[in-house]
């Protein structure tokens, strides 16, 4: 199975910037897709961005325009770099990856946004 290795959540203020990496290892399937996912309390878990194997990143509407996505197929990982950051961000953030008919989640790091 695949194990998703999260870094780079913590608390920031509202304006600044956060940048969360994820890397997979322990597969041998191919990753057809890698991004994030975030679940504030009390809400049910959201897509963030994700990116499909060549094809161009999708984005939530929410955050479109000030989170990019990143991936690096060679090293498995996927990046998200969280620019103008609202307390409304405020989540825990999920990185996963999809092979092959199953999916994998990370443990979840948490990104606090302070007004």
């Known amino acids: 199975q695949v194990l998703l290795v999260e870094s780079g959540g913590g608390l920031v203020q509202a304006g600044g910037s956060l940048r969360l990496s994820c890397s997979a290892s322990?597969?041998?399937?191919?990753?057809?897709?890698m991004g994030w996912y975030r679940q504030a309390p009390g809400k049910q878990r959201e897509l963030v961005a994700i990116i499909v194997t060549g094809r161009e990143p999708v984005y939530a509407d929410s955050v479109r325009g000030r989170f990019t996505i990143s991936r690096d197929n060679a090293k498995k990982t996927v990046d998200l770099q969280m620019n103008n950051l609202k307390p409304e961000d405020t989540a825990v953030y999920y990185c996963?990856?999809?092979?092959?008919?199953?999916?994998?989640w990370g443990q979840g790091t948490q990104v606090t946004v302070s007004s």
């Open positions: 996963y990856a999809q092979a092959p008919i199953v999916a994998y």
């Open positions: 322990r597969s041998s399937f191919s990753i057809t897709t």
